[in-house]
Each structure stands twice: as C-alpha cells, then as structure tokens.
C-alpha cells in the first residue's frame, strides 16, 4: 500500500532520543496498515557531535546544535521532544505554535502549570500531542483494564501501584539535572510516581484527594565535569545538594470510592524496575509485574474466600500484542512499549484524532504530583478535583 511520507525530528538525544529515533524507524515493521511513513529529517542535541553521530547512525537528513532550527524546517510535521524537563515547556509550545506536532516525554514540564501550558498550545495550534507514558501500553495492562471495565473483579475496592529502582542508589551518582529543582523539578514524583498516576487514572478513573510523603536519602553528590547521559558515576568531584526527593508514599482516594497506595522510589537498593500494581475487587483481584510483562496473576470467581491464583500469558487477543508476536507467552520487551506509543501518535497525525496518551493526562497527572508536594508542606489531604 502506499503511505505518505512523514517527516520527523527528534529534540535531545540521550537514552530516550534513542529510544524514539529506534521507535519511527520501526513502526512500518509492526503496523504496515499505518497510513503515514516516518522520515527522520533532523535531529538536534546541544552537545557537540551528539547529534552528528545520531544522524550517522539512524540515518537522519539533518544534524543540528540548536532545537529551533526544527521550528523552521518545512519538511518536518512532528518532533520528538526528549531534552530535559526544564527544557519541556520552552520547546512543547514554541514547537506546537510553529505547526508541529509532538511527542512529548513525561513528566511535561517541572509542575502543573508547565504541562498546562504545553497543553493548551498543542490545542491552540490544532496539533496532536502526545506523552510518553509506555507502562499504559503493555499489553497485558490492557488486558487488566478490560477485565476491571468489565466487571470480572466486581466493584474495586482497594489497589497498591509500585515503581520502585535504584538508579539513583549509588552515592556516586552524579549531580545531574535529574536532582536539581531549576532543571529537573520534583525527583521521584516526576520520574517514576508521573508513571503511577497515569496507571492509577488510566485502570482505575480519576483521583478525588490524596495524602503524600516524601523523604531524601542521598542528600548530597559530586557535581559532574561534563555532559551527563543516564546515570552517569561522578566520584570525587565537588558536592553540591539533592534538592528533590529519592522516595514518596501516597494514600489516594479515588472518585468512584476505592483506595489506593501507590509507593515510589528511586534508590531502592536490591530493587531494579520492579514496577507494577496488585487490584482488589468485591469479587476477584489482578496483578500486572513489568519484570513478567506479558502475565498477570489473576483471581477471580464466586467463592470470594480461599480463591485461587492463576498466572495468565496475554496474548494476540490483548492490546497490541498482535502486531509482536503471533501467540501468547512470547516475551516482549521496554521498547516495543515505545513502539506502540509511536504508533499512537504517528495514528492521531494520520486521522486527525487523538490515541493514546495526550496532553490532558499529562496535566492530570501533573496535578496530582503538584498535590502530592502540597500535602507534603501542609500535612494535610489535598482535594484534586
């Protein structure tokens, strides 16, 4: 079939530059029925030979040093944004004004106000926005959504969500933007709790109040002598403050009545991605580990006591599974996850209709990270709605 030719740009190339660059150019692989084509067109990254190495590597038409030079670019119709999150604000609306559309890492921006703005400007211009929440797109949380919407768990009662790593657990990890209030905005919250809360709405509906806490136990690191990519080590250099912090709880009460606890922490020693949720209904329960992707633990029938476990493998039948692979019980992995978000966005271009995650969940999360450092301050339970 013949598909139109789309350009893109990526904005920042760290890991998840990267990772978007490696998502378009697989997109025709997994969804050939897509009717657009990506084309990398440029790629911009202020870092000197950052960005000449990605357009080598990936094939771009264009490397450039500064991300406005894509606002100007006619042959680009959609841009990555993966540059830190103080930059997410600047370049979410500068890009949404010049026509663009964007895909936009979480957590948009350092507060609510930030993603706001970046919403309303992808609404202003008539541009699709989308937001990198991958976790939503695992096909067996599709499954887990289905089977909650449908009544197989009977009322949900109560939840736990859990995203818990040690990035940051090490003391030798550098004092990047990541622990920065100016650059980086909340530590935690906006990293990992961003994704939670989008998982939280997203199975579960919108959140009514919550009551947070928050603690940092790393409080000081060696400032790095140069760029940083990931987690990068800087041992011996001076220290300077984390001003954000490494762990959060939160109690939430949801506006349909359930509770919820949903715990994060980036220097979980002994803990590497263990992200995922455990649901509890009137009539069964559901339970989704990210390290066993493609299972949930199921239970659920008449009995209410003493009921079973089962493991189930999701499979063709599940989200977008079937564009993977052809039977359940084949492993996917983190960036196929990203493929399905490429998807969703390359698909609301093409149709001129929102798919996946957008700009509003973005600021509903947002806002809730917001109430979550305001109950912090106060000691009190903090009203969303």
């Excluded at 040093?65 to 979410?92: C, K, M, Q």
């Excluded at 493991?311 to 992995?333: D, H, N, R």
Aim: net charge negative; no cysteine; proline share 4%.
């Amino acid at each position: 079939m013949s598909r139109e030719a789309l350009g893109v740009a990526v904005a920042g190339f760290g890991w998840m530059g990267r990772v978007h660059t490696q998502s378009y150019l697989r997109v025709p692989h997994h969804f050939p029925q897509l009717g657009v084509r990506p084309e990398l067109v440029a790629v911009a990254d202020e870092v000197p030979g950052r960005a000449a190495g990605a357009a080598e590597q990936y094939g771009f038409a264009a490397a450039v040093l500064d991300w406005r030079d894509l606002a100007t670019d006619p042959r680009i119709r959609a841009v990555s944004i993966t540059a830190p999150n103080f930059l997410h604000r600047e370049l979410g609306v500068a890009l949404a004004r010049a026509g663009k559309h964007i895909w936009i890492e979480k957590p948009v921006g350092l507060d609510a106000a930030d993603a706001q703005a970046v919403a309303a400007a992808v609404r202003e211009a008539g541009v699709q926005g989308a937001v990198g929440f991958n976790y939503r797109n695992a096909p067996a949380v599709a499954a887990a959504r289905d089977l909650i919407a449908a009544g197989e768990l009977g009322t949900v009662t109560h939840a736990r969500f859990r995203l818990f790593s040690d990035y940051a657990a090490h003391p030798e990890g550098a004092l990047s933007w990541r622990f920065e209030r100016a650059r980086g905005g909340s530590g935690v919250l906006g990293d990992l709790a961003a994704h939670g809360v989008d998982l939280v709405r997203h199975l579960l509906g919108d959140i009514d109040a919550l009551v947070a806490d928050t603690a940092t136990f790393v409080t000081e690191r060696a400032r790095p002598t140069g760029a940083t990519a990931g987690h990068t080590r800087a041992a011996g250099g001076e220290l300077g403050p984390v001003e954000n912090e490494d762990y959060v709880s939160s109690q939430l009460r949801l506006v349909s009545g359930a509770r919820v606890v949903l715990e994060a922490s980036r220097v979980a020693v002994g803990q590497q991605n263990n992200y995922g949720f455990e649901v509890h209904g009137t009539r069964g329960a559901v339970a989704w580990d990210f390290r066993r992707m493609g299972e949930l633990s199921l239970s659920a029938g008449d009995g209410y006591q003493d009921l079973p476990v089962r493991t189930v493998y999701v499979g063709p039948e599940a989200g977008e599974y079937a564009a993977f692979q052809p039977g359940a019980g084949i492993a996917m992995g983190y960036d196929d996850l990203k493929v399905i978000e490429a998807y969703h966005f390359l698909r609301s271009i093409a149709e001129d209709k929102p798919y996946g995650a957008t700009l509003d969940d973005a600021v509903h999360s947002a806002l809730a990270l917001d109430a979550m450092a305001q109950s912090v301050t106060s000691g009190a339970w903090v009203r969303l709605r």
